[in-house]
């Protein structure tokens, strides 16, 4: 979106970042958060009221409008659950069975890709990914350059995303 | 083919919690614009995850890493050295 143009329908507008809003708002608060979605909705409702009342006047992009409303809407949210929830144990996540389907198979796909790796490859994704070694520590540990690390989880990375690609 | 975007760079060390928190603020003020660094985030996402937390890469690289311990070769160490000028 150009700067200094509001949209003509607020909500078409806003609803196209739903995906970027709900992937900011899980990153945050965990995907196994049962209140994720709700935070979301109330970005969204929030966003389109502001636009409508005019308090969005395009100065900035909506991208960078939007991403102010969810920073702060997350900062609250964590401030009131911090109060509210100081003792109490958090709840258990609701998984949805069928997300939670996709994801076993992708996670099979994945190992199947991983399993049949060269093991240059694979003790690459292994440091980097499971040990979580920084791309230098993982040159130093292997004995190769930082350059090549990266050549080598792109490399795998590409491979495993062409077999989950939905 | 499209040229990469300044950012593509920051997607891995994201998704590991690896940013500075200056880093990490631009990255997510970047992406809510970038639709293309979105796409690529999103996509790397789920991945990263499964490769963090399904235990993939505990059996397989656990078996796979044994290289890792035993010193490389004297012209692979050279090799690197030189590269790292």
């Known amino acids: ?166 | 083919m499209k040229k990469p975007c300044h950012f593509d760079h920051l997607i891995d060390e994201y998704l590991l919690d690896k940013l500075k928190p200056e880093d990490q603020a631009a990255f997510e003020e970047h992406y809510f614009i970038c639709p293309h660094c979105f796409a690529k985030l999103d996509q790397q996402s789920e991945i990263v995850q499964i490769l963090k937390k399904e235990g993939i890469l505990e059996t397989t690289g656990g078996a796979g890493c044994e290289h890792v311990h035993k010193p490389a070769p004297w012209w692979r160490r050279l090799l690197a050295k030189l590269r790292r000028r």
């Not at chain 1, 389907?101 to 992708?106: A, L, N, Q, T, V």
């Open chain 1, 1 to 166: 979106m150009v700067k200094g143009i509001k949209p003509a329908c607020p909500e078409d507008a806003v609803l196209k970042y739903r995906p970027v809003i709900s992937f900011r708002v899980r990153k945050a608060l965990g995907s196994s958060n049962p209140d994720w979605e709700d935070v979301v909705n109330e970005i969204l409702t929030q966003a389109v009221a502001k636009i409508q009342s005019g308090e969005f006047r395009g100065d900035s992009s909506i991208g960078t409008f939007l991403y102010t409303i969810t920073s702060r809407r997350i900062i609250d949210y964590i401030r009131q659950k911090t109060r509210v929830l100081k003792h109490a144990p958090e709840p258990a996540p609701y998984p949805d069975p069928h997300e939670e389907m996709e994801h076993r198979e992708r996670a099979k796909q994945v190992e199947l890709v991983v399993n049949g790796l060269k093991p240059k490859f694979r003790d690459v994704l292994y440091l980097y990914y499971y040990k979580e070694l920084s791309r230098e520590e993982v040159a130093r540990t292997l004995d190769i350059s930082p350059r090549r690390v990266s050549e080598r989880v792109n490399y795998a990375l590409k491979l495993i995303q062409k077999a989950v690609r939905k």
